[in-house]
């Protein structure tokens, strides 16, 4: 299983709503991350987790709120968004250190 | 981690071989070159990575020079598929460190 999994896949929200992203992995990998992705730009690193703590966070704003509860899950707490944060959000997992293996991302709308 | 230089765009005939360069002149000793692709709306795709030898696999061909300066990678037979836009990162190995991307060349490959 190579796979990473995102969900939802598409998500529309207003700026009052809470919401969370979710991903998945079952390649014991140790390390994963949070992307975020504006249209023909570049994938953005937000945060990086190795072995379920948070190592990286790329001065993301705190409305945007990462968990790692454990080895194999990662969760983005989404809360009082704004439209210009509406994007393309992708997960990641690797071994430490390795080859990233990406989701295929939750495309988010902030209305 | 060090920067990347690419082209913004190249066409390809199918079935050519497409060579797409990448300059990475500030490259420390111990960081790794890595591509990866991505496909419109996908998420990014590993295709290959090395330290200072050549490597191949069943995608592509990663040529580095000696200096390390600059790396080519390779698509021996490009078809349709293989539209993308290819990203080079150079990346620190070990510990969960930031995969950082630049922003790519769009490669078209045509009939």
């Known amino acids: 299983d190579t796979e990473v999994t995102q969900t939802p896949k598409h998500l529309v929200m207003g700026m009052t709503n809470k919401k969370s992203l979710k991903c998945e992995q079952h390649m014991g990998h140790r390390a994963m991350y949070w992307y975020k992705q504006k249209a023909k730009k570049p994938p953005e690193l937000m945060f990086v987790y190795s072995y379920e703590k948070l190592s990286i966070n790329e001065s993301v704003p705190s409305r945007f709120s990462p968990e790692c509860p454990n080895s194999s899950l990662l969760n983005l707490h989404l809360h009082a968004l704004q439209p210009e944060d509406s994007a393309l959000y992708l997960c990641?997992?690797?071994?430490?250190?390795?080859?990233?293996?990406f989701g295929q991302g939750t495309r988010l709308t902030v209305v | 981690d060090a920067k990347t230089t690419q082209p913004p765009s190249m066409d390809c005939a199918e079935g050519r071989a497409a060579n797409l360069p990448c300059n990475h002149s500030t490259i420390s000793g111990n960081e790794y070159v890595y591509w990866y692709r991505q496909i419109h709306s996908q998420g990014p795709q590993y295709i290959i990575h090395?330290?200072?030898n050549n490597e191949t696999n069943e995608m592509a061909s990663l040529i580095i020079t000696e200096d390390r300066k600059s790396s080519t990678l390779i698509l021996p037979h490009a078809t349709l598929r293989d539209t993308a836009v290819y990203y080079c990162i150079v990346r620190a190995p070990g510990t969960a460190s930031k995969l950082t991307f630049g922003t790519g060349t769009r490669l078209q490959v045509t009939l």
């Open positions: 090395g330290l200072k």
């Open positions: 990641a997992s690797s071994q430490v250190g390795s080859e990233a293996f």
